[in-house]
């Protein structure tokens, strides 16, 4: 992958600094060779459609069973749709499975990043299941499939976050954002936003199809342990808005 830090090195001096308290240092950028140019560049959209394609069946099959279920419990809408940064600062409508109630205040962390908890009395009760299997992210096929977004990339960000970046934090929106990645597969929800932007950009330097496959897997395990799927339990929160209308 190049660099003098190892994908798996950086997971570990990762978990080491958020153990003791310590920032995260700023990582070296890395060149890349032909391959992993041409990945980056084309090869990478071909693997997105391939997947995508395979899996839309079964987003179908998910839906049929999903969306009366979220539909029953509160009569509202069974997808929601939400404005986040894509490539190169360009905003479009991500979608999800409804997982909160009509009408709900939005809130965030002390960070800016989107507030979760797992006794969150604005998650429905179908939506605490699909949150922590992660089925509420499935519908974001579509958003490959359009371009939008890559099955495995940097989380995208809201809007207004465009404004808090600092330094080269803007080179995150240099990919496309992706339904997971780097983050979702080792830490999930469990580090802070800044901490994940530079996590972001160690990925785009060292970016490889052999990494994108060791991300998707390890997302995977991640899932199915159900691992760090909520952001904290008693965090202060800001900029309450109404959500999921």
Request: with cysteine.
């Amino acid at each position: 992958m190049g660099g003098n830090d190892s994908f798996d090195s950086l997971v570990r001096r990762s978990q080491s600094t958020m153990a003791f308290g310590n920032k995260i240092k700023p990582y070296k950028n890395t060149r890349k060779g032909l391959a992993e140019e041409m990945y980056s560049n084309s090869g990478k959209r071909i693997v997105d459609i391939i997947l995508s394609l395979i899996a839309f069946p079964i987003f179908i099959i998910i839906y049929l069973i999903i969306a009366p279920v979220i539909y029953l419990e509160d009569n509202g809408p069974v997808f929601f749709e939400a404005e986040r940064l894509g490539k190169h600062g360009r905003i479009f409508r991500m979608y999800k499975f409804r997982s909160m109630k009509v009408n709900v205040t939005d809130l965030r962390n002390a960070d800016g990043s989107t507030f979760s908890s797992d006794t969150d009395p604005r998650v429905t009760k179908i939506g605490n299941f699909i949150r922590v299997t992660s089925i509420d992210e499935i519908p974001q096929i579509l958003n490959v499939l359009k371009g939008d977004m890559s099955i495995v990339g940097p989380r995208p960000d809201l809007p207004e976050h465009i404004t808090k970046y600092v330094g080269n934090e803007k080179r995150k929106l240099e990919v496309r954002p992706g339904i997971t990645g780097y983050n979702q597969a080792y830490f999930r929800n469990s580090v802070a936003w800044k901490d994940r932007i530079k996590h972001d950009i160690y990925y785009i330097d060292r970016l490889t199809f052999l990494m994108d496959v060791k991300i998707l897997l390890k997302s995977i395990i991640t899932v199915l342990k159900r691992e760090k799927v909520y952001t904290t339990k008693n965090k202060r929160c800001w900029n309450e808005k109404v959500s999921e209308k």
